[in-house]
T-cell receptor
Framework: GAVVSQHPSRVICKSGTSVKIECRSLDFQATTMFWYRQFPKQSLMLMATSNEGSKATYEQGVEKDKFLINHASLTLSTLTVTSAHPEDSSFYIC???????????????FGPGTRLLVL | AQKITQTQPGMFVQEKEAVTLDCTYDTSDPSYGLFWYKQPSSGEMIFLIYQGSYDQQNATEGRYSLNFQKARKSANLVISASQLGDSAMYFCAMREGLRLTGGGNKLTFGTGTQLKVEL
């Protein structure tokens, strides 16, 4: 199946600093990528849809200026958590649509996730 | 209203037995897709199986099968011959308003079922 990577896998940062997380589709092009956030023992909550060459679409309640998304190429989307605070500590996971098949059966493939801890 | 409902926070099953994980969904859109993902403790989301709203037959992938009851709006996952490695969190997800091309088509996830396979 398709492979999606994320970097870093784990990061610890100080409060007030910014953290960038990369999401790459390794063997396919993805015009659309998705960023999710997951708290322990909870479900995945969609934060935003990242669109190559255009602005991201944010879900209600997600601060655009707090979570900056850049989808500069067909294989890379980045999420930057700006001025991180302890409450931003979470598991961030991205996914990419494998559009090669097209149509309803196309599947989202997920990256391995990034654990962020803000001290 | 919840779009995806998983009523079993946790399930236990003995090795080699079959287990059914429940999922009900709510949508007024005639075109939708239903997915099951497995999330081990490491965090990555592993795609298991897909069922389209217009599919005539229940989906099967190896030991995984989807019991699709459209009138009841249920899409239960059946795992046959459970293995210790099947212990993980399982998420049901839905994508509504399927389109052939273009962005969007985001996934909505249920709250998950933690499956524990025992000897």
């Amino acid at each position: 199946g398709a492979v999606v990577s994320q970097h870093p896998s784990r990061v610890i940062c100080k409060s007030g600093t910014s953290v960038k997380i990369e999401c790459r589709s390794l063997d396919f092009q993805a015009t659309t990528m998705f960023w999710y956030r997951q708290f322990p023992k909870q479900s995945l909550m969609l934060m935003a849809t990242s669109n190559e060459g255009s602005k991201a679409t944010y879900e209600q309640g997600v601060e655009k200026d707090k979570f900056l998304i850049n989808h500069a190429s067909l294989t890379l989307s980045t999420l930057t958590v700006t001025s991180a605070h302890p409450e931003d500590s979470s598991f961030y996971i991205c996914s990419a649509r494998d559009e090669r098949r097209g149509g309803p059966r196309e599947t989202q493939y997920f990256g391995p996730g990034t654990r962020l801890l803000v001290l | 209203a919840q779009k995806i409902t998983q009523t079993q926070p946790g399930m236990f099953v003995q090795e080699k037995e079959a287990v059914t994980l429940d999922c009900t969904y709510d949508t007024s859109d005639p075109s939708y897709g239903l997915f099951w993902y497995k999330q081990p403790s490491s965090g990555e989301m592993i795609f298991l199986i897909y069922q389209g709203s217009y599919d005539q037959q229940n989906a099967t992938e190896g030991r995984y099968s989807l019991n699709f009851q459209k009138a009841r709006k249920s899409a239960n996952l059946v795992i046959s011959a459970s293995q210790l490695g099947d212990s993980a969190m399982y998420f049901c997800a839905m994508r509504e308003g399927l389109r052939l091309t273009g962005g969007g088509n985001k996934l909505t996830f249920g709250t998950g079922t933690q499956l524990k396979v025992e000897l």
